[in-house]
């Protein structure tokens, strides 16, 4: 009787293993593709990121396969909440896929409130908590314009700094959608400015009455998505900055040679290849761009005149049980590095190009290479239902997620000649290490909280926050 058992499981066993198989390796033709939830988006904006087509024949498990990354694409294009593809009217071979998104909000005309330092740890500690260091105005973005993915941005901001910016983006400009279009152009005054770095904390110079900078800075970018993955980016962009006598005088290479006024071309192309599952905060995939810069094309006869060339490398692995690894190396080579000016650094301490744990410091240096590693375990993660108190479809659906995490970050600086405004952190190794949480909201707004303790021996707290908005 165990036998004839035995036999019977065996045999359900075999036979199931090998229906699967079948399921898997049966061909499929793709009548129709279904969407639905797109109120405003054009369809050619989702389509343009499938990897199949209607009409096409496909074995189920490429089909099951593509979901996967296409569902990827279509929500990282940032329209959506939510993005599921699924195969329906399924018979004799052929069947429709349907895909269902559920649009986010796209209009944030958004008050400014926000401090004027690199980060909420430089004001925090070396500028003492100094409310007066806070900018404000209106942030107004429509995202979606038109349906077609575009980006309209007006920037009006007033207080330490004042900024005025008109940012438009179109991702396509043809029927092939591949070729992409950005212009921005910005006006900057201040009667605050950084004039000169002193231990690797910028000091400022400061006025009641006049403004003591003025610039202007115009981009056009052209882009290629030669893939679904990777991007061609030609940027042309024309920069001037206007000084007062006072901040000549108190560091003459600022704009160098004692010079009040500055203007200068770049001219740049780089190559991105993007196959991340979420360009906001990714848990997978990978990102990696090479860039090359001339910053000077002599139009001018200010003595701008140098290359920049940017590396940045990722690589996301994604385990079971909700852990995560990311390693990350960024290397930046400006070149040549004599008689540069002040205003012309580059710097380590702005946006990503951070050593965590040196967070309160900025490094100036003419080339450097940064390598950070993190592993960490999501922790939480739940959608919350807030439909009884929020009235709008797009936020009625909130997310919460939290990560625990590990890292270890590393990097060398080499430093500008006959400058010792960085020369603390600079022509030697630095490294740090630390574990915090990443809160992840709404849109994947993300607070990052790190505990670090760097090699100067130094432990800090550190808070960032991360937005798209």
Do not use: C
Request: glycine share 6%.
């Amino acid at each position: 009787m165990k036998r004839i058992l035995l036999f019977y499981v065996l045999a359900a066993s075999l036979t199931s293993a090998w229906s699967q198989e079948q399921d898997s390796s049966e061909l499929l033709t793709v009548s129709n593709i279904i969407i639905e939830g797109n109120f405003k988006t054009k369809e050619r904006i989702i389509t343009r990121e499938l990897s199949f087509e209607a009409g096409g024949t496909y074995q189920r498990y490429q089909l099951d396969s593509m979901f996967v990354w296409d569902r990827n694409r279509i929500y990282s294009t940032n329209l959506f909440n939510s993005v599921r593809l699924e195969i329906v009217n399924r018979q004799e071979g052929q069947a429709d896929i349907k895909i269902t998104v559920d649009e986010r909000w796209y209009l944030y005309p958004l008050p400014i409130f926000r401090l004027i330092d690199r980060n909420f740890n430089d004001w925090w500690v070396n500028r003492d908590r100094d409310l007066s260091r806070v900018n404000y105005g209106l942030k107004i973005t429509q995202f979606n314009f038109r349906g077609r993915n575009e980006v309209l941005r007006l920037w009006m901001q007033s207080g330490f700094e004042t900024v005025l910016n008109l940012y438009y983006q179109v991702p396509y400009i043809d029927k092939k959608q591949n070729h992409g279009l950005l212009v921005s152009s910005s006006y900057f005054e201040s009667k605050n400015v950084p004039v000169v770095t002193i231990d690797n904390v910028r000091r400022f110079a400061s006025s009641q009455e006049e403004i003591l900078r003025k610039a202007y800075r115009n981009t056009v970018a052209h882009s290629f998505r030669s893939s679904f993955y990777s991007y061609h980016v030609t940027t042309i962009g024309h920069t001037r900055v206007d000084v007062r006598d006072t901040i000549a005088a108190i560091n003459p290479n600022y704009l160098g040679d004692g010079q009040t006024q500055l203007q200068y071309v770049t001219l740049g192309h780089s190559f991105v290849w993007d196959k991340r599952n979420n360009v906001n905060y990714p848990t997978d995939g990978s990102f990696h761009t090479v860039g090359l810069t001339k910053v000077g094309l002599g139009l001018y006869a200010d003595g701008v005149d140098y290359w920049r060339a940017r590396v940045d490398l990722t690589k996301y692995w994604a385990f079971k049980d909700n852990f995560f690894l990311a390693s990350n190396i960024i290397g930046v080579s400006t070149f040549p590095a004599e008689e540069r000016s002040y205003f012309t650094y580059a710097s380590i301490g702005f946006l990503k190009e951070v050593l965590r744990g040196y967070d309160l410091n900025i490094i100036e240096a003419s080339s450097y290479a940064l390598q950070r590693n993190e592993f960490k375990h999501q922790l939480f993660g739940r959608k919350y239902n807030i439909s009884k108190v929020m009235p709008v479809r797009q936020f009625q659906t909130f997310p919460i997620t939290i990560y625990g995490k590990v890292f270890f970050d590393q990097g060398y600086a080499v430093g500008f000649p006959d400058y010792d405004g960085s020369a603390r952190l600079t022509d030697k190794y630095l490294h740090s290490l630390g574990a915090g949480l990443d809160l992840v909201l709404v849109n994947d707004i993300t607070f990052r909280f790190e505990f670090s303790r760097n090699g100067e021996d130094q432990t800090h707290f550190f808070i960032n926050i991360l937005s798209l908005l």
